[in-house]
C-alpha cells in the first residue's frame, strides 16, 4: 500500500522485514524514543513510512560501527526532528563512511557473511576491479584479501544500475580529487605551524583532522546536490529547503564522524543476535 504520494504504507511486521530486524526490536526502538511513533489508521493498525526504514537503517548502522545504545540515543536527540528520509540516509553514509584502513585475508564463506550475500563469480570479478577484493594464492583453502573498510561500499555498488566502467572511473575521480585536497590541506597547515613546537603541532593535528574531515564532507554534499538539482531541474541554484540540515553536527563529537563508540561492559543494549533482535 502506498500514499497519495507513493510513499509506502507498511505494517509493523512488514517495516520489520524491510529492514532485515524483528519485530520486537521495532518495538523496542520505539518505546527507547528511537523511532517516531506510527500514525494510527483503521482497526487501530499503525503505519510505517520511509522515514522510518531509513531511521532503522540508521541505528543499524550505528550499531555495526560499536556504538552502544545510549550514544545512539544521544546522538539521534541532537538530530533535528524534521530531517526527512534522504536526510537521514546522507547521515547513514557518514556514518558508514568512518571504517578501518586494513587488510585481512579471509575465506570465501568468510567473505559472504561480511558482505551479508552470496557472491557470484562475477560479482568477485567486480569487487577486485574495485580493488577491494584479492584472490589469496597461497594455501588449499579459497581464501580472499579484503579491504575491510570499503567491503560494505562496494558490496552495495554491485546493486547500482551503471555499469562498472562508469562506477570504476568515478572512484578515479574521486580519489584524485580528495587526494589533491588533502595534499594542499596539509601543506597549508604544515605553512601555518612551522615555527611552532612539535607538541604543538601534533595536538592541533588531532584537533584538526575531524574538523576537516567534517567540512570536506558537507562541502561535497552540498555541491554535489547542487550539480544534480541543475542537471536534473535546470535550477540556479540548490532549494533552501532540500537537505537544510546538511552538515549540521552535535556539538562535543568524537573521531573524525562525530561518533561516541562502545566503550566496555556498560552497553546497555539488549544482547543482539545476528539479525538485530533486541
Known sequence: MTTDTGEPILTIDELAARAGVTVRT???????GLLPPPVIGPRRVGHYGSEHLARLALIEEMQHQGMTLAAIERHLRQLPADLGPHDLAIHRAVVASW???TVETVSRPELERRAGRRLTGEDLDRLAAMNVVTPDGEGDEESF???CGLLRLAVQLLDVP???ETILAARTVLTGHARAAAHELSDLLREAVAERDTRDVKSLSAHMHPLV????LTTFQRSLREELRQWLDGADGP???YGAHDGDGPEGAVGADGLERAGGADDPRPSANADGTA
Open 99 to 101: 571504517a578501518p584502513d
Open 239 to 241: 532549494d533552501e529547503g
Open 145 to 147: 584479501r579484503v579491504d
Open 162 to 164: 551503471l555499469a562498472q
Open 213 to 216: 574531515v567534517q567540512a570536506l
Open 26 to 32: 521495532v518495538r523496542f526502538y520505539g518505546t527507547k
